[in-house]
């Protein structure tokens, strides 16, 4: 989902974006190699395979419209930087067999003091009966994500559940008239 939020900034949004893995999960440099910059860019987004925290600042200080941040299990050991996150995505994997990972981790977050910006929870492929009883056990919202089979090919139906998680509103193009009537002299 990460991957397809950072396309999608990038190439719907048209904002300079980069995907961040942070947690050590190393899936990325299972897909490419990075460059000597310590990236690679897939569509238009900068890929950075395990980062480490201590580079973390470097990145926030460039010039990127849009990081998308993957802690992966880690979260916890990243709290600083998702404090400082505008955005706060919690992706839950509810299933029979994976719903005690869940209510794991929505409970260490309800226990988390997180100022202004609450988190958002969203889950793929949820079961109802689990994602129903993680609602009412925490009296929160997870948000249902549907129809994003390719991270890099959304359809326009998703454009507006990824506005969502974003934060944003979709680009609107602008009409643009010119208008030639002569002045008088």
């Known amino acids: 989902m990460a991957v397809s939020l950072a396309n999608y900034a990038s190439s719907g949004l048209l904002e300079k974006s980069a995907y961040i893995e942070a947690g050590g999960q190393g899936e990325l440099t299972r897909w490419k190699t990075p460059g ?64 005690f990972t869940a209510e794991k981790l929505v409970r260490e977050l309800a226990e988390e003091e997180w100022g202004k910006v609450m988190p958002l929870f969203a889950s793929a492929f949820a079961s109802p009966k689990e994602k129903s009883q993680i609602e009412e056990a925490f009296h929160i919202h997870i948000m249902e994500i549907t129809g994003i089979c390719n991270a890099f090919a959304i359809s326009g139906k998703s454009f507006s559940m990824m506005n969502q998680l974003l934060g944003e509103n979709a680009p609107v193009k602008k009409k643009f008239s010119l208008n030639l009537t002569k002045r008088k002299r």
């Open 36 to 99: 000597k910059s310590g990236y690679f860019t897939e569509k238009g987004v900068h890929f950075y395979p395990n980062v480490k925290r201590e580079d973390i600042p470097i990145l926030l200080n460039r010039d990127y419209k849009r990081l998308i941040f993957d802690f992966g299990e880690k979260y916890l050991f990243f709290r600083e930087e998702i404090l400082r996150c505008d955005r706060k995505i919690f992706l839950l994997n509810i299933s029979p067999w994976q719903k």
